[in-house]
């Protein structure tokens, strides 16, 4: 079946710019997570949903940062006034709860951000 | 911070099986250790999880010690496509982010 998708794959934007993110998850995948990759490192945790709220948005960095997924599907990432350290991988992985129970996170390719 | 130690990187040969281990020794009785992989410029891939008793399937074997301090991720017979970062994660069972640490770099050459 399909994957998680993420669209664009590639992003240059300048400094200062306003940019969206998306996010397809899987189909019937309630939990959607956003992560940071920087060159040389592991994923960093932006945010979390279950359903269409965020259940835990402590990852974002700063007000700069939002995250949005009005019918419990799709979701966008947007990042205001864009600076050059936001550079970096944006991943998007979704699970499947069953009884409060979280599954194994299938993720998608990312979309490589890259602000001059 | 990461719950979790691992070796930077490791060499295996192509065919040979390539035992990856992990240290979890702050973890609590009711967190998994859970097994991705990242291959170069792709998203991280689920390998396999397990609470206490041993765990194997299609990609692995998962083998955690009695203490549940620590656990090594066992690739049976390694090929050149398993060269990736491979993460090990301790997380609850209803926690939603994942804390990954640097992992480890496996290089499978042939």
Redesign the interface.
């Known amino acids: 079946g399909a994957g998680?998708s993420q669209t664009p794959s590639n992003k240059v934007t300048e400094k200062g710019k306003y940019v969206e993110l998306r996010c397809d998850p899987i189909s019937g995948h309630t939990?959607l997570?956003w992560?940071r990759q920087s060159l040389?490192?592991?994923?960093?945790?932006l945010i979390?949903f279950?359903g269409t709220g965020a259940?835990?948005d402590s990852?974002l960095p700063n007000d700069r940062f939002f995250a949005v997924r009005p019918e419990g599907s799709v979701s966008t990432l947007k990042i205001q006034r864009t600076e050059r350290g936001d550079s970096a991988v944006y991943?998007c992985?979704s699970s499947l709860v069953l009884s409060?129970?979280?599954y194994?996170?299938?993720?998608?390719?990312?979309t490589r951000l890259t602000v001059t | 911070d990461?719950k979790t130690t691992q070796p930077p990187s490791m060499d295996c040969a192509e065919g040979r099986a390539a035992n990856l281990p992990c240290n979890h020794s702050t973890i609590s009785g009711n967190e998994y250790v859970?097994w991705y992989r990242q291959i170069h410029s792709?998203?991280?891939?689920?390998i396999i999880?397990g609470l206490k008793n041993n765990e194997t399937n299609e990609m692995a074997s998962l083998i955690i010690t009695e203490d549940r301090k620590s656990s090594t991720l066992i690739l049976p017979h390694a090929t050149l496509r398993d060269t990736a970062?491979y993460?090990c994660i301790v997380?609850g069972?209803?926690?939603?982010?994942?804390?990954?640490?640097?992992?480890t770099k496996l290089s499978v050459k042939p």
């Open positions: 998680v939990a997570y992560y040389g490192q592991g994923p960093e945790f979390y279950q259940a835990d990852g991943l992985a409060g129970t979280q194994e996170q299938y993720f998608g390719p990312g | 990461a859970y792709q998203g991280p891939q689920y999880h970062v993460y997380t069972g209803s926690q939603g982010n994942l804390i990954f640490g640097k992992g």
